[in-house]
């Protein structure tokens, strides 16, 4: 029985030794998902990538795309847009650009320039429904002048779209376009959601404001996916940075136990403080006490670049410090810092969620008796003296 028990709490100790070093690790990526998180949200601000982002929606919607290029045009029409969009933003500096396009008459609607953050930020990070569909009809109300102080119907609507639509875009001249400017693909949309809106007007708007949010749906799957790769990059960048071998740091948990027992106790001190239903200011205080833990991580994984005598170098040592990346940097090690990336980009909240529940399981896992030793919490050993 003596031996049978003394089996059970070697395991016991196994299975919290591995759950240490699995907290361990998972509190090192949670660390620095946090700074890349906070680094990503200052380049998202600077650029106005939100901002960017849903005027790409919103152009999407009301601009017709040709699926039947190959790649290479896809591919040159690309660059030609992204060059139409850098001439456009220095050409925008000097002077205002005049709305022509459908989506460019939309967002020089009076209340989406009141949006805008800023005179250098004019673009709103969000619009709502119900104002996008407010301001397409009076969008689509104004391309006609004459009906502009005139109380707008769904017959009127249709006259409209039906006036200015593109039916031929390669034939169509550019006064033409100036008069026209409702593309054809879009003009289809408008047509279906007025043919299915019963003549009532406010259905029309309700059927806009679903088309508007399906629209955001993808939109919000192209920020994430655009916020994932930029948190990879980053990562990659601080991998390399800090020298976070995800390969070396569970080598050397794994023979510094007590380091990892160290670590994960703090991992479990600040996680034990929230509940499941944590609300968002107790879980940014949180995140916060473990973002000031990053120094005493480091220190203890070792983290950072150092010579041969053992003394880290700062990045301020520019030709120093690439010279000893380029010298000690191993397929192994370039393979760890891969792997340090991929799991920075799946991002703070990730590595939170996964942590609470390794750190519940350590804490279900382990019971402390009166001797202090750790046994299994089954409740049917029992220890022969």
């Known amino acids: 029985m003596k031996l049978i028990s003394g089996l ?107 949006y805008g953050e800023s005179n250098t930020s004019r673009k709103p990070s969000y619009i709502s429904s119900k104002n996008f569909a407010a301001i397409m009809i009076d969008t689509i109300k104004n391309l006609n002048q004459s009906e502009t102080g005139a109380p707008i119907t769904l017959p009127t609507l249709r006259k409209i779209i039906n006036d200015y639509t593109i039916n031929n875009p390669t034939k169509t001249s550019t006064v033409e376009k100036e008069n026209r400017v409702v593309p054809c693909e879009t003009s289809k949309i408008l047509l279906y959601h007025l043919d299915h809106s019963g003549g009532d007007m406010n259905v029309f708007s309700n059927r806009l404001e679903e088309w508007y949010n399906d629209t955001m749906d993808r939109v919000s799957g192209w920020y994430k996916r655009s916020t994932q790769a930029t948190l990879f990059f980053l990562g990659l960048w601080l991998a390399f940075s800090f020298n976070i071998d995800s390969i070396a740091i569970a080598q050397h948990l794994s023979q510094n136990k007590i380091i990892a027992e160290k670590i994960a106790g703090i991992a479990a001190a600040k996680i034990t403080s929230s509940d499941a239903d944590v609300n968002l200011e107790k879980q940014k205080k949180i995140l916060e006490d473990i973002k000031n833990n990053k120094d005493l991580v480091n220190n203890s994984l070792g983290l950072g670049w150092k010579d041969s005598s053992g003394k880290e170098l700062r990045r301020n ?25 991929i799991a920075i980009g799946l991002g703070a909240p990730f590595w939170f969620d996964l942590l609470n529940k390794f750190v519940n399981l350590r804490a279900a896992g382990k019971a402390i008796n009166p001797s202090g030793s750790s046994i299994s919490n089954t409740g049917n050993d029992i220890i022969d003296g």
């Open 317 to 341: 040592e520019f030709s120093s410090y690439i010279k000893l990346i380029w010298v000690q940097l191993t397929w192994t090690k370039a393979t760890g810092f891969f792997i340090t990336a």
């Open 8 to 114: 059970k709490i070697k395991d016991s100790m196994n299975d919290n030794s591995t759950l240490n070093i699995i907290i361990s690790l998972i509190f090192t990526y949670l660390l620095y998902s946090l700074l890349a998180t906070a680094l990503q949200e200052s380049i998202s601000g600077l650029f106005h990538r939100r901002a960017d982002t849903l005027y790409k929606g919103i152009k999407v919607m009301l601009t017709d795309r040709d699926l039947s290029l190959s790649w290479m045009e896809r591919f040159e029409l690309n660059i030609m847009q992204k060059s139409e969009k850098v001439l456009s933003y220095i050409v925008g500096l000097f002077e205002t650009k005049k709305a022509v396009t459908l989506h460019d008459r939309f967002y020089h609607h009076p209340i989406i320039k009141n």
